[in-house]
């Protein structure tokens, strides 16, 4: 399987954006898939995990009621929509799937890492 992240920019404090995660290969449906980021200088950090069905979900406290993610299994694609962003939400974000154990958050759980996308919130 191999990723693909994409709709990253430039917004303001408060704002709202979506990143997408694009999956090729068919058995992408079988997978539970996560995000990270990394701010720079920064290690990477877990941001939100989906289950394979779309229907459990877990996420990092510092994003927790401000972050949703989807997944829409017919599109090979995972979604992160971010609300309320904040300057400390900048960073590149990737999506990986979770080769381990549901609940997991290290990023030696994770893999198949695709390419980030760039999220800048300005204040």
């Known amino acids: 399987v191999q990723l693909q992240a994409s709709g990253g920019g430039l917004v303001q404090a408060g704002d709202s954006l979506s990143v997408s995660c694009a999956a090729s290969?068919?058995?992408?449906?079988?997978?539970?898939t996560g995000w990270f980021r990394q701010a720079p200088g920064k290690e990477r950090e877990f941001v939100a995990a989906?289950?394979?069905?779309?229907?459990?979900?877990y996420y990092a406290d510092s994003v927790k009621g401000r972050f949703t993610v989807s997944r829409d299994n017919a599109k090979n694609t995972v979604y992160l929509q971010m609300n309320s962003l904040k300057p400390e939400d900048t960073a590149v974000y990737y999506c990986a799937i979770l080769w381990t154990t549901w609940g997991r958050r290290q990023s030696s759980d994770f893999g198949s890492w695709g390419q980030g996308t760039l999220v800048t919130v300005s204040s």
């Open positions: 290969g068919p058995t992408f449906n079988n997978y539970d």
């Open positions: 989906i289950n394979s069905p779309g229907g459990m979900t």
